[in-house]
C-alpha cells in the first residue's frame, strides 16, 4: 500500500542550478507533509514542512510546493550545493494519527 | 540538546534468533518511533509508542514488538528472524501533538 510515491529514485544536478524533487500522494486524509534529508550512515533529518491549508512554504533555499487538487508536492532546491547531495523522503501524515507514510526516497547528486 | 540515540550500531544474528534494539528519545519526547527500512526500499512505519502504550502498529507480523519504558526510552524486540529482517531500523521521537519526527542514525541487523 504505497500511499506516498517518489517515481524518480535518483536526480543528478550542476551546482547553483535549481533542484526540483516530485512526490505524489493517493490518500486525500494527508493534511500535513513533510521532506527529510538523509546522509550515507546517518538517521533522517527534518528538512522542511507544509501544511494542507498551504500551497507553499519557503525556508532560505528550500521551498516546497503542495498541489492538493493534483496530490502532488515537491521541493525546491535553489541553488543547488554539493552538500545538499544526499537521499530525500517525502511524508505525509494525517493530522494527529502521527501515523507518517515516506516514499522511497530520491537520491540526488549535485555537481560542482 | 542530544539527539536520539540508539543501540547498538551494528548487530547480527543468525536466523531463528531474537534481536533487541535499544532507542532514547530526544529530552521532552514522549512519543518514540521505529522505521524498517530494508535495501533499497523507502521507511515502512513500524510501531509507535506514546506514554508506555502501543498507539499503532504497521503491516507487520507479531513477531515485531516492542515496549516503552517510564523514561520514555524504547526497545523493538524482533523474534524468530529470518533473513528478510535484515535491514536498517531507524527509531524518531517527537512531542505527543508534533508532526516532526526526529531520528537516529539507526542501527543496522543483519540476519544471517
Known amino acids: 500500500d504505497q500511499q506516498v510515491k517518489q517515481n524518480s529514485p535518483s536526480l543528478s544536478v550542476q551546482e547553483g542550478r535549481i533542484s526540483i524533487l516530485n512526490c505524489d500522494y493517493t490518500?486525500?486524509?494527508?493534511?500535513?507533509f513533510l521532506w527529510y534529508k538523509k546522509y550515507p550512515a546517518e538517521g533522517p533529518t527534518f528538512l522542511i514542512s507544509?501544511?494542507?491549508?498551504?500551497d507553499k512554504n519557503e525556508d532560505g533555499r528550500f521551498t516546497v510546493f503542495l498541489n492538493k487538487s493534483a496530490k502532488h508536492l515537491s521541493l525546491h532546491i535553489v541553488p543547488s550545493q554539493p552538500g545538499d547531495s544526499a537521499v530525500y523522503f517525502c511524508?505525509?501524515?494525517?493530522?494527529?494519527?502521527?501515523?507518517?507514510?515516506f516514499g522511497a526516497g530520491t537520491r540526488l547528486t549535485v555537481k560542482p | 540538546e542530544a539527539g536520539v540515540t540508539q543501540s547498538p550500531t551494528h548487530l547480527i544474528k543468525t536466523r531463528g534468533q531474537q534481536a533487541t534494539l535499544r532507542c532514547s528519545p530526544i529530552?521532552?519526547?514522549?512519543?518514540v518511533y521505529w522505521y524498517q527500512q530494508a535495501l533499497g526500499l523507502g521507511l515502512q512505519f513500524l510501531l509507535w509508542?506514546?506514554?508506555?502504550?502501543?498507539?499503532n502498529r504497521g503491516n507487520f507480523p507479531p513477531r515485531f514488538s516492542g515496549r516503552q519504558f517510564p523514561n520514555y526510552s524504547s526497545e523493538l524486540n524482533v523474534n524468530a528472524l529470518e533473513l528478510e529482517d535484515s535491514a536498517l531500523y531507524l527509531c524518531?521521537?517527537?512531542?505527543?501533538?508534533?508532526?516532526?519526527?526526529?531520528f537516529g542514525p539507526g542501527t543496522r541487523l543483519t540476519v544471517t
Open positions: 524518531a521521537s517527537s512531542t505527543r501533538t508534533g508532526y516532526e519526527q526526529y
Open positions: 490518500n486525500s486524509m494527508f493534511d500535513y
Open positions: 507544509i501544511s494542507s491549508i498551504k
Open positions: 511524508a505525509a501524515s494525517l493530522y494527529n494519527n502521527n501515523d507518517m507514510r
Open positions: 529530552s521532552g519526547h514522549t512519543s
Open positions: 509508542y506514546d506514554e508506555g502504550e502501543e498507539r
